[in-house]
């Protein structure tokens, strides 16, 4: 929202207090508050009226800085809070005459008094600042507003603020965070995340709930800006040692992701929106996929599984699916895991709604009336999660599909939220806006993990708020059956990951529409290539010998890459539930320090050693970006060095998909599932061993334990291996290299990748000698 017209005037009826000295200090054991006038006071009159800005430092966890900044401190109104881990967590304060410094581990803000300035700097580095025409209180003709506007340095680039499809780069966008369905086309965003960080090694997280408004370089261009509506403004500047630490500490403070199931990453087919449906179509699809050879691992059904005009009953249609419970048996006899889906809303027609009015489960208005409206369900109410009563009963309809054999929901919608109504427990309709996705998808969240236990939970969600990346997984949301819009979702995917999320997916060749052949094939390599994998759309099926019988093999093919890659990309999986570092990661994430990555997002790294450019051409061709070093296609074998631009042409069974140089990949032995013992014939491809430096990598089992850690160093020629833990028939494939003269522990293979040891059973340190 700007509040200036231009650099020097002020828009009509706009006035703006900011902070220009600080006139007064209080310090306790865990936090400093300054008082600042809008002027500089110069003799005692000038202290007969306000307005006097209150802010307060403080630290809720190691290198992070709390600032809350008040106007008037007298409000009521109850408004939510984001379930912070927080703590009070002890500062450094040191005081002279014309500053305060105060310290939370490695970050500190230096206030400085005469002229009001805060310099944030991380281990003597500075970040940021803001100064005297920076941090204040605004009166509008609309209201009033608290704003903060923090510099931003010359080359300085911003990322995050939730799943956005504009330019991953935020510069020069306005953003409001509220969220909508809008589709992946807009600038309207599902998931809109109070969160940013800038290449420089920082993030900033604004702690409110209801809309905040970002002029990121584009109000002020040498400036971030947000403002929130009200008399207080609270954030928190985040340090961290380079942006893989700043989203440790984001996600410590928010909340870290479940580790989903095993089996969540594998394929996932819907039976798509519109279409007509049974359970003969069911089985016609499931079958298909085994008679094609395709391993499938999750069946959705979505909406139509209920009646029309009736989302939500819970109750299947009869008409379509006059046995249920048996029809889900025999779906998991040929091994299945089952997703419905689901939303928030009670049409008028559904018999819960009835139940839901007399109990007082659904928002209300002002007169008591239910809040109804006719947009997307006739005469729907919407679930009061604010209500413990109304959570219990929603959990009641989906605890008889539980029962019923359904092991997760597609929670769906939960942005469309009025806020002319009133909450069970008094909460501000403005702030619970955003707010309310995160106790929809808490609930249902909950229960699924009261009933499948740690790490076998997971939802498949849209919409979200700061810290529902606790309850993964998320898709991107409505996009076009078209390249451009595959390119906007992945764009989305690398922004919601730049914002604590580590788990995505998204709509395998679009939902709108219906792609071509040439499409689906390049869609179906990048959905496969994501952490969760999902052919979906909306009037028309998306198994693949619809589009033509080469997609049959692309989706077999990259299915079943997926499927042997599980013991890297779980492990990865098992450091983002550790760590906060998304499985999905955006270039400059995991290359911070070459500046050819800041602006990348038509290609991503999956963990921290695969490099995927999907192709966006109907031509098969792909331009995409290489680091420095050897790096390796893991398909085709094909060494290429980096430090350049790519220019390449693929066929529908190939992409980039490059190994980092100096990386281990673990393989596993099994193609046909995502869900199986990952230590049983595990092979570490080794690539590019660079001389003198330390090769690693880790292995995870299917409940999140340490199963191996391995360790491999050349040095002049001789390659020395170290395995700590234990798997069964462990091998090790040093590709691209063919001649090895000696190996002690280990037994010699020649392949067409390359030279295979296989382990003896149960050594832990093994030498070999290159030729």
């Known amino acids: 929202m700007k509040f200036t017209d231009g650099y020097w005037l002020k828009k009509k009826g706009v006035n703006i207090y900011n902070a220009a000295e600080v006139y007064d200090v209080k310090r306790d054991d865990n936090s400093v508050t300054v008082y600042c006038p809008p002027v500089k006071i110069m003799h005692r009159g000038q202290t007969l009226g306000g307005p006097l800005l209150t802010i307060r430092f403080s630290s809720p966890r190691e290198n992070i800085i709390r600032v809350q900044a008040y106007h008037f401190t007298g409000g009521t109104q109850k408004e939510p809070q984001f379930e912070l881990n927080a703590e009070a967590f002890p500062i450094d304060i040191a005081e002279c005459d014309d500053e305060i410094t105060i310290s939370s581990g490695k970050l500190c803000a230096k206030i400085y008094k005469k002229d009001f300035n805060i310099k944030y700097i991380y281990d003597g580095r500075l970040l940021t600042s803001t100064g005297n025409r920076q941090l204040g209180y605004i009166t509008a003709p609309d209201g009033v507003y608290m704003r903060e506007q923090l510099a931003l340095d010359i080359g300085e680039v911003v990322y995050g603020l939730g799943e956005r499809f504009t330019p991953f780069v935020k510069n020069g966008q306005v953003v409001d965070i509220w969220n909508e369905d809008g589709g992946t086309a807009s600038e309207q965003a599902y998931k809109n995340i109070p969160f940013y960080m800038t290449n420089k090694g920082y993030g900033v997280f604004v702690n409110d709930t209801g809309r905040v408004s970002y002029e990121i370089a584009s109000e002020v261009v ?39 199931p095993a089996w969540s990453f594998g394929l996932w087919l819907s039976t798509s929106f519109t279409t007509d449906y049974d359970e003969k179509t069911v089985n016609s699809f499931i079958d298909g996929m085994t008679q094609r050879g395709i391993p499938l691992s999750v069946f959705h059904f979505d909406c139509f599984w209920m009646k029309e005009y009736e989302w939500c009953n819970f109750e299947w249609d009869e008409r379509q699916f006059p046995d249920p419970a048996g029809m889900l048996a025999r779906l998991k006899e040929k091994g299945l895991k089952i997703c419905v889906w689901i939303n928030p809303y009670i049409a008028q027609k559904s018999p819960l709604f009835e139940e839901g009015k007399q109990n007082g489960y659904l928002l209300k208005r002002q007169n008591g009336d239910v809040w109804q409206w006719d947009m997307w369900q006739p005469g729907m109410g919407l679930v ?73 939970a997971l939802v498949f969600a849209r919409s979200a708020t700061a810290g529902s990346q606790k309850f993964p997984v998320h898709w991107g949301g409505d996009c076009d059956s078209e390249y451009y819009s595959m390119a906007e979702s992945l764009r989305g995917g690398l922004s919601l990951a730049m914002s604590g999320f580590g788990f995505w997916s998204h709509d395998i060749s679009g939902f709108e529409s219906t792609a071509t052949p040439d499409l689906y094939k390049r869609w179906a390599a990048f959905g496969l290539l994501s952490t969760h994998s999902r052919l979906h759309g909306s009037g028309s099926y998306r198994v693949p010998w619809l589009f033509d019988e080469e997609a049959v093999e692309v989706v077999r093919h990259f299915t079943e890459l997926k499927c042997s890659l599980m013991p890297y990309l779980y492990s990865m999986a098992c450091i983002t539930a550790q760590r906060g570092i998304p499985s999905m990661r955006s270039m400059v994430l995991e290359f911070p320090e070459d500046a050819n990555c800041a602006w990348l997002d038509r290609q991503y790294m999956l963990g921290d050693s695969l490099l995927i450019a999907p192709i966006f051409r109907d031509d098969s061709t792909v331009d995409y970006y290489l680091p420095d070093g050897y790096w390796t296609n893991f398909i085709s074998n094909k060494v290429v060095e980096g430090g350049r631009w790519q220019h390449e042409k693929h066929n529908y069974l190939s992409l980039p998909l490059m190994v980092r140089p100096n990386s281990i990949i673990p393989v596993g032995s099994n193609n046909q599932t995502t869900d ?73 293979k020649a392949t067409a990748l390359g030279t295979e040891l296989l382990i003896d059973d149960g050594l832990e340190d093994v030498t070999c000698v290159l030729g």
């Open 384 to 456: 009061d999660f604010t209500n413990p009563a109304a959570c219990e009963w929603y959990c009641s309809k989906l605890q008889k599909l539980m029962d019923m054999g359904v092991d997760c929901f597609k929670t769906d919608f939960g942005e469309r939220i009025p806020t002319d109504v009133v909450y069970f427990d008094g909460s501000d309709p403005i702030k619970m806006h955003n707010y309310y996705t995160y106790l929809y998808n808490k609930t249902v969240f909950e229960l699924i993990k009261k009933n499948k236990g740690e790490n076998n």
């Open 676 to 748: 199986y013992a990952y230590g049983d014939g595990l092979t570490l491809h080794v690539f590019e061993l660079e001389d003198g430096k330390v090769a690693q990598t880790t292995v995870y089992d299917r409940n999140g334990s340490l199963i191996l850690k391995a360790t491999v160093l050349k040095d002049d020629g001789t390659v020395y291996m170290h395995f700590n833990g234990k798997v069964n028939g462990l091998s090790v494939l040093l590709r691209n290299v063919f001649t090895v003269t000696q190996a002690d522990g280990a037994k010699i």
């Open 222 to 260: 040498s400036r971030v800006q947000f403002s929130v509506s009200g008399e207080k403004l609270d954030y928190m500047l985040i340090g961290g040692d380079d942006l893989k630490g700043v989203l440790e500490n984001y996600t410590a403070l928010t909340g870290r992701p479940a580790l989903p």
